[in-house]
């Protein structure tokens, strides 16, 4: 509980001390964050996956939803929101803390949040909700994939080994994404009010 909440108090310190990152703005920046956060995840490993072989399982990335080439602008933005969302909440919990080593945890969560941070002014609310409306909401499709992943860690008991295949399955889901990343910059100022450098 203890760390809990110093992570808690990090978190919050630092989401005023970033202040002043009104407009959107997708920069270089944001893009050494989101590497950060998967040689973090590499960092974490603790034991072999070649040890966990049965505890292996196809968790079904929503491939589509992640393809550059293929999704909107204003859907890329909030699927990699939902994506940070969501790993933060896999690994913001309880058992997480006590499964991984701290220092590199604390890092993780701490750049999830700062990229949530650097998303949130680029996120255009009533686009998503029309487009759920439509039923092709992509970020359905992100939120069932990480349902997926919270239920077989708890289904394995948050195991050692439950927990390197969800660590491997995110790092590669997050490397899956950069597509989306690129992408985004390359469709720079397709929507009016955004300032993206
Ligand atoms: C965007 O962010 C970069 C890096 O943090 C900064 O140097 C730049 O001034 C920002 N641009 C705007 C328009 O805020
Ligand atoms: C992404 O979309 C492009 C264009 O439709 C397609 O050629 C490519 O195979 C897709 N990639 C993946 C990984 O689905
Ligand atoms: C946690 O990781 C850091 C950075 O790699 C390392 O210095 C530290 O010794 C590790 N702590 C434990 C308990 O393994």
Redesign the pocket.
Known sequence: MALMLSLLSALVVLSHGHGGSLGCNLTLNHDLVSNENVVLLD?MRRISLSLCLDDRKDFRFPQQAVNGSQVQRTQAISVLYEMLVQTSRVFFTEQSSAAW?T??LHQLLTGLHRQLEDLEPCLVQDVGQAESAAGKDPTLAVKRYFLGIRLYLKQKKYSDCAWEVVREEIMSSFSSSTSLQEGLRKKDGDLPGLTLN
Request: no cysteine.
């Open positions: 960092q080593n220092t590199l």
